[in-house]
């Protein structure tokens, strides 16, 4: 009789799952991993190309690469293309990529291609980041498209040119986290407040060497945008990536941006990724997702946020001297007093876009608030779309209309602000209100002083010119 194999195999997690499916081979704790979509852009590719050329080597599989500029380029008159590009460096990087991409065979969206966007917006709405997946690119912030049940995760520039050339990559196995959201969010409390108490409580480092599997009632309910924007958010506490198991909300996205044929043949085998039952993970925490209000980061790193109704840390009262070392280095910076309530700061600048929250679920939110008001008189403001299809649609509803008529700058695609490699960003002293994901220091520009929050904080901080609760204007 021949025996149950499957009834042998231990249960695994969703990461195991995935690990396993693509482990080509491994040796003193080290794997080498298949790839099955590399993303380049024009930052972190030129030096990986130009090694390939150097030792002569071809692109392994340049079907299952895809390119775009999106760090440096200008968020206005992307229209003429590279032309339209007035600093030095980022026209010989956006024009090296093109080079690149043409010369390799790699499928790219130039500047202006309707396509084109922040990598981490297109490839998902191209139908290109799928279930099973392992995904890489070299931006930390590759753990997006986690959020489709795939392990995807940033690399480094001379990992860049191991999958080029091999289409594969050597990695250590991660260990397993996972966060149980229970419950419900409350109206309009959305992932971007979810992830901020997640890293709060996590800390910048608490996730490190692991990968966050997202479970619970909360998150099955989220859309697929609002799980890009969780799982974007992992690297924030450390983690290698973040994980969302496919289900129908999943499956429904993705079959409206592939072929149908390719989505049925598919469809069987995304349906195998998931934990199962028994499944051992190496550290869990649980959360209530009705307990969770709207969240602002107050200092220099995500882990930094506290919930509207707070009031920033008093170092005076922290026993360990390293935190208190921290919290007073924070404040100092963001030229904040100990102890103060977070909702009344006055800000100068807001800028809605990013890999986090440059979707259009994002840009209704933040317009729902924006409807028939007008921003502060001292506050500048903008609003860049994460990809041109996505800024398509926004005009499509209207959308535009009412972020101009509030008085922000309609923008073209790209990282913008997030990153401020391009002319977006603060000058010394400013304050941002900022659906970004990173507050670091000097982050969008040297001296600028951000706060991360929702797109509908955002939008009300920029209406009463000071960190608001959004609520107050509904």
Request: hydrophobic share 40%.
């Amino acid at each position: 009789m021949f025996s149950d194999s499957h009834a042998q195999t231990p249960p695994r997690t969703l990461y195991e799952k995935l690990w396993d499916a693509h482990l080509v081979a491994e040796d003193d704790g080290e794997a080498i991993l298949y790839v099955d979509l590399h993303m380049l852009h024009e930052v972190t590719s030129p030096q990986a190309f130009e090694r390939l050329r150097e030792f002569g080597r071809p692109l392994r599989r340049p079907d299952l690469t895809l390119a775009m500029a999106d760090h440096c380029v200008p968020t206005t008159g992307q229209g003429l293309g590279i032309a339209g590009v007035e600093d030095d460096i980022s026209r010989i990087q956006i024009d090296m990529l093109a080079c690149n991409s043409e010369a390799f065979g790699v499928e790219h969206f130039t500047l202006g291609d309707i396509r084109n966007g922040i990598v981490h917006v297109v490839g998902p709405e191209q139908g290109r980041s799928l279930p099973g997946m392992t995904i890489v690119c070299g931006d930390s912030h590759t753990s997006t498209h986690g959020a489709f049940g795939a392990l995807a995760f940033g690399i480094g520039t001379s990992e860049i040119e191991h999958v080029m050339a091999t289409q594969s990559i050597r990695q250590r196995k991660a260990r397993n986290l996972r966060v149980t959201v229970n419950g419900q969010l409350r109206p309009g409390i959305t992932a971007k407040d979810l992830a901020l108490t997640i890293v709060a409580r996590l800390g910048v480092d608490g996730a490190t060497d692991h990968v966050i599997e997202y479970c619970g009632e909360a998150i099955t309910a989220l859309s697929m945008e609002a799980r890009m924007t969780l799982c974007n958010m992992s690297i924030e506490a450390g983690a290698r990536a973040g994980l969302v198991a496919p289900d129908q909300t999943t499956f429904e996205y993705l079959r409206t941006r592939m072929p149908e044929d390719s989505w049925s043949a598919r469809l069987p085998n995304w349906k195998t990724f998931f934990t199962d039952g028994g499944a051992a993970f190496d550290y869990e925490i649980t959360l209530d997702a009705a307990a969770i209000s709207p969240v602002v980061s107050w200092g220099i790193n995500p882990a930094q946020s506290i919930g509207i109704d707070q009031r920033v840390p008093d170092p005076a009262r922290q026993e360990d001297a390293k935190l208190r070392a921290v919290t007073e280095r924070a404040l100092a910076y963001m030229h904040l007093q100990p102890d103060a309530p977070i909702a009344g700061t006055s800000i100068d600048r807001v800028f809605i876009g990013s890999c986090t929250n440059g979707r259009i679920e994002d840009l209704r939110a933040a317009a729902g608030i924006l409807r028939q008001r007008r921003i502060a008189e001292h506050v500048s403001a903008i609003v860049v779309p994460g990809s041109g299809l996505v800024r398509q649609a926004a005009e499509k509803e209207g959308l535009d209309r009412i972020f101009i008529e509030a008085g922000f700058e309609w923008r073209e695609p790209g990282c913008s602000m997030c990153a401020a490699m391009n002319a977006d960003r603060l000058t010394t002293g400013e304050r941002c209100a900022s659906t970004s994901n990173r507050n670091f220091e000097n982050r969008q520009g040297p001296g600028g002083r951000t706060h991360l929050m929702s797109p509908a904080m955002a939008a009300a901080a920029a209406i009463t010119g000071q960190i608001t609760d959004f609520r107050r204007l509904i």
